[in-house]
Structure formats: C-alpha cells, structure tokens
C-alpha cells in the first residue's frame, strides 16, 4: 500500500457526474494506492502512520504536531496510478494496481480505520474508481510518501 500524504490549507473533492463533493480545511489529503498483495497489515500500518505523522509546525516552526493535536481533517481519494510503472516505455504499466473486486474493500477498510483514529467527522473521501476534479492547496509544501512494504533496491 502507498499512500501519498500532502499537508494542506484547504482541499476538495468534486464529481460532476455523481454530482458529488467533499471538502476540508487544514489537514492532510491521502492520494491512496492499493497493491495486488495488500493485507489487513497494510491497512493498519499505513492508516495508524498516516493519523500519527508529525508534520504540523508547533509554536518553534519544528513539524512536532499530528493531525490529532491541530484537530486537523483528512481527504482521501483513492489514487490506482501511484502503482504506475514507467521504468520501461512511455505508458506506465499498472499490473501491481489492485483490480477495483480487491481495491474497494481494502480501500474502505483504510477508511474505517481512519475514522476509528481520528473520528468520523473528520473523514472526507472521493468515490472509488470515479474520475474526479481534486483541489490540493499543498502548505508548505509538505508531502510525504508512507509505504506498507519495503522498496526492493534493484
């Protein structure tokens, strides 16, 4: 599992053709990325990292905050093109993308967790496999990359 975490001001989700919308103040957005092998321990450890990372300023302008001690919001869309492989040709290759019957409820299983973490009221979320319009306004800019598995160096 990836996730592609990015501090914001302000960030929104909109679906013009489910006539949908999502939006948060400070927070975090979470770009999530499902892998074909993913568990039940990549959801926790990625979730439980994304609600604990400290990369909010305190008083110092040192990132020492999480997301809990500014009652910060998330935004998660779920993002199959971080497990795109452009290492050969052009076209990225997404074989390592989970299909949607894998993804989905991986995907909102990482949801629950969140919420479970942070509280349901400061959860926001796209639509799976939706195409979407997403408004980041990046503060900082902060983005960090979590990921469940270790990168095998080749």
């Not at 500014?70 to 971080?82: C, D, P």
């Not at 795109?84 to 989970?98: H, L, M, V």
């Amino acid at each position: 599992m990836r996730a592609l975490v990015q501090r914001v001001s302000e960030a929104g989700v909109y679906i013009e053709k489910e006539n949908y919308s999502a939006e948060i103040k400070k927070g975090i957005v979470v770009l999530l990325g499902i892998k074909i092998d993913d568990s039940e321990e990549d959801i926790l450890f990625v979730a439980d990292k994304c609600s604990n990372l400290r990369i909010f300023e305190d008083e110092n302008e040192k990132m020492n905050f999480s997301l809990k001690d500014v009652t910060g919001e998330v935004l998660i869309i779920s993002q199959f093109t971080l497990y795109g492989d452009a290492q050969k040709g052009n076209r990225p290759s997404f074989i390592e993308a989970a299909k949607p019957e894998i993804a989905i409820p991986i995907y909102e299983k990482f949801i629950n967790r969140m919420k479970i973490n942070l509280g349901a009221d400061k959860i926001q979320t796209g639509i799976f496999g939706a195409m979407m319009k997403v408004k980041i306004i990046n503060d900082g800019p902060v983005t960090i990359l979590v990921e469940s598995k270790p990168q095998v160096k080749k």
